[in-house]
């Protein structure tokens, strides 16, 4: 990448980074069990952008990704590396895994800009949950979102989900880094609107770490779960 960002600077004066336009986490020991993988090596998408590369060849939110021109990715650190040290419209070769089988994606790359950088991941007063505190296995108080909230939060898209009002610090979402003010958009991939989606998630787990995706501050992460 150094000899590459030489040459650019030599020949145009500037440096251009591709970009797929995703966010992304490694995919951890805890998340690959949660999602049934054998194979805890990769990156798992936990968004796609709106017009980006990646929504243009069809990534979806779910998919991980496992190597670039048949390359292994073992982290995100490695496939933003990647990615950042090819030119913009450059085709690449993205193998992913998405519902159990293996497959390859081909992505023409965007160039990196900070205004699309400053839409990736990093409290006011306001509504108060019904609820009196803390419950379930979860150990969180929810209430279904509504605009207010999402805006409250800083997750304004976000139209279904249950919004975490409070959190036991002794509880397992604690344990995973749910925090107050995030979203709850879906367990195991299936998308919840009750306190009893989630709970029926966590009692059918037996025992095993249950996949949350989570709406915070404007972006999406997965976390697992794992109920007591």
């Not at 990704?65 to 292994?72: L, M, P, R, S, Y």
């Amino acid at each position: 990448m150094a000899k590459s960002i030489m040459e650019q600077l030599l020949q145009n004066g500037r440096v251009r980074r591709g970009m797929l336009g995703v966010n992304i986490q490694t995919l951890t020991e805890e998340l690959a069990e949660a999602m049934e993988i054998k194979d805890a090596s990769g990156v798992i998408v936990s968004g796609v952008r709106p017009g980006s590369a990646a929504e243009k060849a069809g990534l979806r939110r779910g998919d991980v990704i496992t190597a670039v021109n048949g390359e292994k990715i073992a982290d995100g650190n490695v496939l933003r590396n990647k990615i950042a040290g090819t030119l913009p419209g450059t085709e690449v070769k993205l193998t992913i895994q998405r519902e159990g089988g293996t497959q390859e994606v081909s992505v023409v790359l965007d160039e990196f800009n900070s205004e699309s950088a400053s839409a990736d991941p990093e409290t006011q007063g306001g509504e108060n949950a019904p609820s009196t505190g803390p419950s379930g296995k979860l150990g969180v108080t929810l209430q279904p979102v509504t605009p207010q909230l999402a805006k409250q939060f800083g997750s304004e898209s976000v139209t279904e989900g249950l919004v975490v009002m409070d959190v036991d610090p002794n509880g397992a979402a604690a344990d995973a880094g749910i925090s107050r003010g995030d979203i709850i958009i879906e367990v195991n991939r299936r998308t919840v609107t009750a306190a009893e989606d989630v709970e029926a998630a966590l009692q059918n787990a037996g025992g095993r770490a249950v996949m949350h995706l989570i709406a915070r501050r404007g972006s999406t992460i997965y976390l697992p779960v794992r109920p007591r």
